[in-house]
């Protein structure tokens, strides 16, 4: 690898990546195991177990990001993982709406926490949890494959050891249309 693309810690990087997505993934699949297991369920029951969902995917993705941080991020290590025509798209898709979907329902639970509390006799609907969940996660599909419609593509960045796109491609083609 040429001097100019070395990256100081990226190697650590990767060693504490794989090493959290390990004990993330045992631990969000441990609790969603527990939720799933309840026979009655409510509303922040659900919201638990959509944060356990959105976690343990966000653990399970990073697993491919710290082993190619730990190669380096070279061509022949790491981007292989990404350099497929469908790994690379699909795994930044994922990602997109994995971390937004966690941050996502963190927020629904804050509000129903909040609404608990100012009316504590009346339980939180699942179904309007459940159209709010349904609702952001369509949306989140629709932003995260703008690239596909004008064709780009989501990228391997060596920096950062993960696939990604730039909104700015995006958009210059959308105003180079109008």
């Not at 969940?133 to 950062?160: A, D, H, R, V």
């Amino acid at each position: 690898m040429s001097e100019e693309l070395e990256i100081p810690g990226l190697y650590w990087f990767g060693v504490l990546g794989i090493f959290e997505s390990a004990i993330g993934t045992i631990g969000n699949a441990l609790t969603l195991l527990y939720f799933l297991s309840r026979k009655s369920m409510n509303a922040s029951f659900v919201l638990y177990i959509g944060i356990n969902i959105s976690d343990l995917c966000i653990c399970l993705l990073m697993f491919p990001v710290g082993i190619s941080g730990m190669l380096g991020g070279r061509l022949e290590g790491g981007e292989g993982w990404f350099n497929g025509s469908i790994y690379c798209p699909l795994w930044g898709l994922l990602w997109a709406i994995s971390i937004r979907m966690s941050v996502y329902i963190i927020g629904i639970l804050s509000i129903s926490r909040t609404l608990s509390h100012l009316r504590p006799l009346q339980p939180i609907k699942i179904h309007v949890i459940l159209h709010l969940i349904g609702w952001y996660f369509f949306l989140l599909i629709l932003q995260s494959s703008l690239p596909f419609f004008y064709n780009k593509s989501y990228y391997f960045s060596q920096e950062s050891t993960m696939c990604l796109w730039h909104l700015t491609e995006v958009f210059e083609v959308f105003f180079n249309k109008l």
